[in-house]
């Protein structure tokens, strides 16, 4: 299995961001996807996840009405698209799938199976 996050970069408070994650080497139509995002010193937190069916979508308070996650399971594609950035959003962001078919969207960390190498996203204010 294999994730690729991408999409990161150095953006200004209040400008628009999508990321984007690449799954391969799973039944990704059976998959809970999720982004995480984790500072330096801090532990890796759930932002947003999304059902095999996007029936389901969760998110972290602070992001709900910025931050929208959406999937195609026909590409094989996980996004995020982030809006309204603060500088409290600088992070990098890992995108997560659970190996389980048809799990709810949950936020434990441990739930998740694979993870993609990070990509980081950069707010100035």
């Known amino acids: 299995v294999q994730l690729q996050a991408y999409g990161g970069g150095l953006v200004q408070a209040g400008d628009s961001l999508r990321l984007s994650c690449a799954a391969s080497?799973?039944?990704?139509?059976?998959?809970?996807m999720a982004w995480f995002r984790q500072t330096p010193g801090k532990e890796r937190e759930f932002v947003a996840g999304i059902s095999w069916g996007s029936r389901s979508r969760d998110y972290i308070d602070s992001v709900k009405g910025r931050f929208t996650i959406s999937r195609d399971n026909a590409e094989n594609m996980m996004y995020l698209q982030m809006t309204s950035l603060e500088s409290e959003d600088t992070a990098v962001y890992y995108c997560?799938?659970?190996?389980?078919?048809?799990?709810?969207?949950?936020?434990?960390?441990?739930?998740?199976?694979?993870w993609g190498q990070g990509t980081l996203v950069t707010v100035s204010s």
């Open positions: 080497g799973l039944t990704f139509s059976m998959a809970t």
């Open positions: 997560a799938a659970s190996g389980r078919p048809y799990r709810a969207v949950e936020r434990t960390i441990s739930l998740y199976d694979y």
